[in-house]
């Protein structure tokens, strides 16, 4: 599933191409995703001008005057920009056109999502799907102290808790081993029994390598491609995420696997305590 780092790198990618560009035309093969597409979502965009993209948690957002576009990879999804004349392929279910280039989301497995927020709702951090989410991990807003304090009354792992993404959103499964793993935290320690001190060390590794992977594109295990249609390369970087068995590249233990939560994790009992 792409994580905060892939749908970081593919907003980057659309930017520079969307930014200020007005939407010529709208494409939709289906009703909708994991859930149906606004009704009216040609009418609601057509003609309108993109006025800047974002990001909030794994949502991609098109800002327009009245509203924004929420974009959800979902499991296996991208957003691609390619010429408004590329023939589709059988898994390609939107294009939102830009005169001569074109916005393309391909999406196999079709749990993605293209919704919609009107600005005559309110702000867009109170949408259903955004209200509750955590802070941005990339953010001022995510401090040891903050982390520490919103911890104390979980006694779950600290794995799940990441996951969870109502105290910090974003960091998924892949990276929460990785930070875990650079911060010497065993994921099966509970939140609650965590120190500021190592806190501190965690809430660094997760700002490290969520910047890390989206200067190397992010990553690619199976259909995760950028705008451009590249694959990112940060697995070749990985610690432990999906090495189990194999020799830590830093005490040469072995590197373990378990599943919380129905979702695997990998760790060095060596050096996560």
Not at 4 to 28: F, M, W
Not at 67 to 94: A, C, E, F, W, Y
């Amino acid at each position: 599933m792409p994580e905060l780092p892939e749908v970081e790198v593919t907003r980057l990618g659309v930017q520079p191409h969307v930014d200020g560009k007005k939407v010529s035309e709208v494409v939709l093969r289906r009703d909708g995703l994991r859930w149906p597409f606004p009704a009216n979502l040609r009418e609601l965009i057509l003609h309108q001008t993109i006025l800047a993209t974002g990001r909030r948690g794994k949502y991609l957002l098109l800002h327009f005057a009245h509203g924004s576009l929420l974009i959800h990879l979902g499991m296996s999804g991208n957003l691609r920009i390619m010429p408004s004349k590329t023939p589709p392929q059988k898994h390609d279910h939107v294009d939102i056109l830009l005169g001569e280039q074109m916005l393309r989301l391909t999406d196999p497995r079709r749990f993605g999502a293209v919704l919609w927020h009107d600005n005559a709702d309110g702000s867009l951090e109170e949408h259903l799907l955004l209200r509750r989410l955590g802070v941005e991990p990339l953010t001022d807003h995510f401090t040891a102290e903050f982390l520490f304090q919103q911890a104390r009354q979980r006694n779950a792992a600290i794995k799940q808790v990441l996951l969870a993404g109502d105290i910090v959103v974003g960091v998924g499964n892949i990276y929460a081993s990785e930070s875990l793993f650079r911060a010497g935290i065993n994921p099966k320690t509970a939140a609650n029994r965590i120190s500021l001190k190592r806190y501190q060390a965690l809430t660094i590794a997760i700002r490290e390598v969520l910047a890390l992977a989206i200067s190397r594109g992010g990553s690619s295990l199976k259909d995760f491609v950028g705008a451009d249609g590249k694959t990112g390369y940060f697995q070749q970087s990985y610690f432990v995420y999906d090495r189990a068995g194999e020799p830590c590249r830093v005490c040469q233990g072995t590197i373990r696997h378990i599943v919380q939560g129905q979702r695997s994790s990998f760790y060095c009992v060596n050096c996560q305590k």
